[in-house]
């Protein structure tokens, strides 16, 4: 595996390269830069302006802008936030812990419900509580997540249950340890169930699709016709149903940190969302580039780490990775 593991790194780098190399393209074709916005300020002298350029080497063409941002962002040196006037990994290693907790709780909801919800409906088709999980997913399917927050936020306003917006509570530094983790428990329900209910909908019918396609196969008319049991019978139909999932799971890796920032906005979450909207309102360009140089390792790791988990689960995947890379 070791053959396989060295050959998805090295293909990574041309894929880091590109995206970032457009990324920069991008936001430097883009008018006007956060140096503009400090020309208008009557205080600060052109001759200041100048050398804030020269110190971060922003009068210098565009590809050894882009080659000596490269260079500091391998040693995860990510620049200078002009916005926050601070270091740009500090800030999103500031920020990442509460996306984080946003993003994981979210999808442990979605995906430790849709595989239960999904093989039990798959196991009862026709039946009423199928014709329910059914209608779940597709009704939830159909809402968009920014409408339900919006939906979950009018009814915390109106009912009081739950705080609206925020991460914590206006009085929280008074607040002993237990209360403290109460109250970010009671503003993480509103985003977290947002994001967990419309992934529970379509994570919920792909499990029942699945389900359902092997339950059709010849390896289960087989294993019935031996008689095994209720219980190894829905061992091999999951483990034959994952794969799918599996393949999945390297894209919930990578949207960790980058699939709550509409709903980190829309509720007012201090997390990687509102941050990176801030960079790019503001044309903080390290900023928004720290951001996008994150993700997209992100991204390659959920990736490989899908890859290694279907050639675990999967027999065939093993073969053919051996045959590919003569292990």
Request: charged share 15%; glycine share 6%; aromatic share 12%.
């Amino acid at each position: 595996m070791f053959k396989f593991i060295l050959f998805r790194v090295l293909q990574a780098i041309p894929t880091l390269l590109g995206v970032t190399f457009l990324s920069f393209l991008i936001i430097k074709l883009a008018p006007g830069d956060y140096l503009d916005q400090l020309r208008l300020n009557p205080q600060i002298s052109p001759e200041t302006i100048e050398r804030l350029k020269h110190l971060y080497g922003l009068d210098k063409p565009l590809l050894v802008q882009y080659f000596l941002w490269l260079k500091n962002a391998l040693f995860f040196d990510l620049g200078y936030s002009f916005q926050y006037h601070a270091p740009v990994a500090e800030l999103i290693l500031e920020r990442i812990p509460n996306t984080l907790l946003l993003s994981v709780s979210s999808a442990l909801f979605a995906w430790l419900l849709s595989i239960p919800l999904g093989t039990l409906a798959a196991f009862k088709e026709n039946s009423l509580f199928d014709r329910f999980v059914v209608g779940f997913s597709y009704t939830f399917m159909s809402v968009p997540s920014f409408f339900l927050a919006f939906l979950l936020l009018f009814f915390a306003s109106k009912t009081g249950i739950l705080p609206v917006g925020g991460m914590q509570s206006p009085n929280f530094e008074q607040l002993s340890i237990p209360e403290k983790v109460l109250d970010i428990l009671k503003h993480l329900i509103i985003p977290s169930l947002t994001l967990g209910l419309v992934s529970l909908a379509s994570l919920t019918r792909l499990v029942r699709s699945s389900v359902l396609e092997i339950l059709s196969s010849p390896m289960v008319t087989m294993l019935k016709a031996k008689g095994v049991g209720t219980f190894t019978l829905v061992r091999h139909v999951l483990k034959n149903a994952m794969n799918p999932f599996t393949t999945l799971l390297g894209y919930e890796i990578a949207s960790l940190i980058s699939g709550a920032a509409l709903i980190e906005i829309i509720v007012g979450w201090p997390g990687m969302g509102m941050l990176m909207l801030n960079a790019v309102l503001s044309q903080d360009l390290f900023l928004v580039m720290g951001g996008l140089y994150i993700g997209t390792i992100m991204l390659l790791v959920g990736n490989l780490i899908a890859d290694l988990l279907l050639a675990y689960i999967d027999p065939r995947v093993r073969k053919r990775l051996s045959g590919e890379f003569k292990l």
